[in-house]
């Protein structure tokens, strides 16, 4: 999108390719309740890490972000910039976080107990359908992170490769994507393909979804020319 003057992270855009995928993967935005039964949840909401200084210590917190799959990306970028540089009283979910991180042990005991058996206590304080961890900033280039929802990703660093097309071997931009999923709620099988489609909509099928925003920001710097 830099032709209409608009910077979009790779993350970004996995966040909105990922959570358009979940329209067709219900199985992947499942969880158990307290009574022992699979629930899907109606609304999709992007979790991912942030790393955010507590003083001079570095520390790991959970944004989110409701409705990836209609939001423009473009916005989805705003929102990511803001859990990075923003302040953390000014974002509600770093806010609170930071809050139950001070809290004595034994009550944050209890809060994670609620969380497990109240769905509701869930959807509250951590309602993501889909979770996003990278560490390609650091040079990593593939990442297996822990199973915090039932689909999880972790992102490798994005680099130059050698790869064939069309009988040639050519350098393109490439990124690992792992998928650590919860076997409980769903199979191997179902799981790949829903891994298929996050590649297809990454390697191009996402560009019929930014048309229209693409379309909409050419104008807006036409008028402001």
């Known amino acids: 999108m830099k032709g209409v003057g608009q910077r979009v ?12 995928a979940q329209r067709d993967h219900p199985d ?3 969880g158990w309740t307290p009574g022992g039964r699979l629930a899907t949840f109606r609304d999709i909401v992007a979790g991912f890490t942030v790393e955010r200084f507590i003083g001079s210590q570095p520390a790991v917190f959970f944004g989110a972000i409701e409705n990836p799959d209609t939001k423009p990306v473009s916005q989805i970028a705003e929102e990511l910039k803001g859990y990075a540089e923003a302040d953390m009283k000014d974002m509600e979910h770093l806010d609170v976080q930071n809050r139950f991180n001070n809290m004595p042990w034994l009550f944050r005991k209890f809060i ?8 509701w206590v869930r959807l509250r304080y951590m309602g993501a359908t889909f979770g996003l961890s990278t560490l390609g900033k650091f040079g990593v280039k ?3 992170p822990p199973c915090v ?16 097309k069309n009988g040639q071997i050519v350098i393109r931009k490439m990124v690992t994507l792992a998928l650590n999923f919860d076997h409980r709620c769903i199979d191997g099988a ?6 298929q489609d996050v590649r297809r909509l990454m390697e191009g099928g996402l560009e019929s979804y930014l048309q ?12 402001l020319a």
């Open 28 to 30: 992947t935005r499942t």
């Open 112 to 119: 994670l107990w609620a969380g497990r058996e109240y769905p």
């Open 142 to 144: 593939c990442l297996v």
């Open 149 to 164: 929802t039932t689909s999880t990703f972790g992102v490798g660093e994005v680099e130059e490769r050698a790869v064939v």
């Open 190 to 195: 179902p799981a790949a393909r829903f891994m």
């Open 9 to 20: 992270t790779v993350t970004a855009l996995l966040l909105k390719a990922i959570a358009i």
């Open 212 to 223: 229209p925003e693409i379309a909409l920001l050419a104008e807006k710097k036409l008028e």
